[in-house]
């Protein structure tokens, strides 16, 4: 059986060393009493229920999975999850980041995420249930109508009621602009939809009282392709005028998808048969609105990759040190015993500080990025809330390909630490694997994510949030350009900082060119900058290490993050020489090869 320890010194070090969250909600009024001891209490809780709650229950429930009765169109979850959810409610976990207008404890979006990153550690499948309920929160909150606020937000901050977005439909996934699903108008007000959606996680279960579905649908004069899709709410249950629950839907579960991993979570193929919903937002303006969500959620992909990183490089960790094969090549270390400890074998070593390096590196982009969240909606000044919103906005595409792409890579070298055992169940380690693959593929596949970056908010804008970013690494070479002690982990960024530019522009002109340039260049592309972003944090993480140290501190962590430092900078960073180049090789290569996909 596998195990679990919350990473809370880590996070503890990020929040209060490295970003000093403290000082930046100063500044936010919302947000100004939020100390130290306030942070670390809730996380310490946080990783209690993680580790104690849903831990347990992840691998029986991947083996016993989710059941659909066909008759009713309920869903029946894993063993333990619907009581597991009941606690997490109670404990108020749903309301930690919400609104305190409607019942939330209006902690930082920062807490939320370190919560979120410790129950994907835990159990990625049931953390989905009440995850996605967090970006219909979200979406509601920036375009619901105040009745729709009022009837909903709060049965969603207590968790009483959770979300789903019900966009892809067997005929179409990422190009919503097929989708088919109608909405006709009602006399008072409301839709009757129709249609059919599929791959809805969490899309129907008997863990809430009531589930809200936000359905992206056609009206009847919309015009064709994404610039004619409308955003609509449509409960399981209707709610009436007193908020009691009412008659139930016709928007049914009608096939559970059977799925590579998550198995605890309830992907729902979804038959909308003159479902009553309301609109949300502006008529056809449903993608904007949605957007909202769908931002939200691949954050939250990018969460969950990070939380299986972490968990799996825990495990291979704790198995290297206790699995004997071999001798070290340089001699006997573990001299006591037949063999030595396969962790003083250097290829060992490699995978686990693979894994090790990008946790701790999509720890800090992730943290960072909720930060600038916080900034986004909380910071009176509105020039800095413009400049959160553009960084997180840059950085999102990375969180979500970047983390996920690297927690695909690490979780594979840490089921290869295990050997045969890796790929036996009751490691866990082969679950990892499977859950986190889905990660690279929902809510716009790394490559959609890499056009996203690359295509959208780089070329797009001319560079403008980029440079933004490139400021922030400027800014670093410049303050320890010149500290020694500083140059292995400054002169990399500052380099490929310079290099980053001059690529850019390249990839821009030839996209002039010709459109499909910038399709070959993109997925390589995104992991450059991603490293150049993992590349500043280490640099950044290396820097409060070292003045610690430089403060007398004999607290190994530090010692153990410069090592882990060294190691990304050596090992892994590297990989940009690689990829500029073969982005370089362009698109002839993969577009002139008729007669080889013949």
């Not at 209490?41 to 229920?49: D, M, P, Q, S, Y």
């Not at 590297?574 to 013949?598: H, Y």
Request: glycine share 10%.
């Amino acid at each position: 059986m596998p195990s679990y320890t919350p990473p809370l010194r880590d996070m503890q070090f990020l929040l209060h060393e490295v970003l000093r969250v403290g000082d930046e909600y100063k500044a936010m009024p919302r947000h100004a009493e939020v100390d130290a001891d306030t942070i670390n209490a809730v996380l310490e809780e946080a990783g209690k229920f993680a580790a104690e709650v849903t831990f347990p229950l992840n691998i029986g429930g991947d083996t016993e999975g989710c059941t659909l009765d066909q008759a009713t169109h309920e869903v029946a979850t894993p063993k333990g999850f619907k009581e597991a959810y009941a606690q997490f409610v109670e404990g108020g976990w749903p309301a930690l980041s919400c609104d305190p207008a409607y019942g939330g404890q209006g902690l930082p979006y920062v807490v939320n995420q370190c919560l979120y990153e410790m129950l994907n550690s835990a159990n990625q499948a049931w953390t989905m249930y009440p995850g996605l309920s967090h970006g219909a929160y979200e979406a509601l909150a920036a375009h619901g109508t105040e009745e729709q606020k009022k009837t909903y937000l709060p049965k969603l901050t207590s968790g009483e009621w959770t979300g789903t977005m019900c966009l892809t439909e067997p005929h179409c996934g990422t190009d919503l602009g097929l989708l088919r699903t109608k909405a006709e108008p009602l006399p008072d007000g409301t839709y009757k939809l129709t249609g059919n959606k599929i791959f809805i996680s969490a899309g129907e279960h008997g863990m809430a009282e009531n589930i809200l579905h936000l359905v992206l649908a056609r009206l009847p004069d919309a015009p064709k392709g994404s610039k004619g899709i409308s955003l609509f709410l449509v409960p399981k249950f209707h709610v009436n005028a007193d908020g009691t629950l009412g008659a139930r839907n016709p928007i049914f579960c009608t096939g559970l998808e059977h799925k590579m991993g998550i198995h605890g979570n309830a992907t729902a193929q979804i038959a909308i048969d003159g479902a009553i919903g309301t609109l949300v937002g502006a008529p056809n303006k449903g993608l904007a609105a949605m957007f909202v969500m769908m931002n939200a959620a691949r954050l939250g992909v990018g969460n969950q990759s990070l939380g299986l990183t972490e968990v799996a490089y825990q495990n291979a960790l704790a198995y290297a040190k206790d699995r004997i094969q071999m001798r070290s090549l340089s001699g006997p270390k573990a001299k006591d015993k037949d063999a030595d400890p396969i962790i003083v074998h250097p290829d060992v070593r490699k995978m686990l500080l693979t894994a090790k390096a990008y946790a701790e590196g999509g720890r800090a982009l992730q943290i960072y990025c909720t930060l600038l969240l916080d900034k986004a909606h909380h910071h009176p000044d509105e020039k800095v809330r413009k400049n959160a919103d553009e960084l997180v906005a840059l950085l999102t595409p990375i969180v979500k390909a970047f983390i996920t792409d690297n927690g695909h890579t690490a979780t594979n070298a840490c089921m290869q630490v295990f050997g045969g055992h890796g790929f036996i169940k009751e490691w866990g380690m082969e679950q990892f694997v499977r859950d986190n693959r889905i990660n690279m593929i929902y809510e716009g596949t790394n490559t959609v994510q890499s056009l996203d970056l690359l295509g959208r908010k780089v070329l797009g804008d001319q560079g403008a949030a980029l440079r933004k970013f490139g400021k922030l690494v400027g800014a670093l070479v410049e303050e320890e350009g010149v500290n020694e002690k500083m140059a292995e982990f400054i002169n990399p960024i500052a380099v490929l900082g310079e290099q980053l530019t001059k690529f850019t522009t390249e990839i821009g002109f030839k996209g002039l060119q010709n459109p499909d340039e910038v399709g070959a260049a993109a997925v390589d592309y995104l992991r450059v900058a991603g490293h150049l972003v993992f590349g500043y944090f280490f640099a950044r993480m290396a820097q409060a290490a070292l003045r610690a140290i430089a403060d007398g501190s004999t607290d190994p962590f530090y010692t153990a993050k410069l090592q882990t430092a060294r190691f990304y900078f050596a090992k892994l960073f590297p990989e940009t020489a690689t990829l500029m180049r073969t982005a370089r090789a362009g698109s002839r290569v993969l577009m002139d090869t008729d007669a080889a996909l013949a």
